[in-house]
């Protein structure tokens, strides 16, 4: 059934398109189950751009606590200090930062608040900001 699902944020197709052109690896940290995010992310005809499918089935670990980030570094033996986790929930990102990783708040809803000293209102912008957290370490 997920597979019909094809309400992505604007600018997210293409966002996840041109972060694969220009050769990051892509995997998702999410909630829902890896079996559930597969059907949305082919819905949305981009499942071939991302690597792995983190969800909590994956790691064994529910994404309430930093556990959650560890168990994905472990798996896909990455040093955070060299990715990035994208979310609109900054607790999450709070628990993402903890275990190194940069983090980008994705301001999505009209109520949200740019929280963080990383954000994107738009998700067009996404990759550009990507790219300057990156040459801000140079």
Not at 48 to 64: E, S
């Amino acid at each position: 059934m997920t597979p019909r699902v094809r309400s992505p944020f604007p600018g997210v197709i293409d966002s996840i398109k041109r972060l694969h052109d220009l050769g990051f690896n892509i995997h998702t940290a999410s909630g829902e189950h890896s079996v559930d995010l597969n059907g949305y992310l082919t819905g949305m005809g981009v499942r071939k751009y991302f690597t792995k499918l983190y969800g909590p089935d994956l790691v064994d670990v529910p994404k309430n606590d930093a556990r959650y980030y560890r168990s994905i570094i472990a798996d896909c033996k990455i040093d955070p200090v060299k990715a990035v986790v994208v979310d609109d929930k900054t607790l999450f990102l709070a628990y993402a930062e903890k275990t190194g990783f940069k983090v980008i708040q994705a301001c999505l809803k009209e109520k949200s608040k740019q929280s963080l000293k990383h954000s994107v209102m738009h998700m067009a912008d996404l990759p550009e900001m990507i790219l300057r957290l990156f040459e801000d370490e140079k």
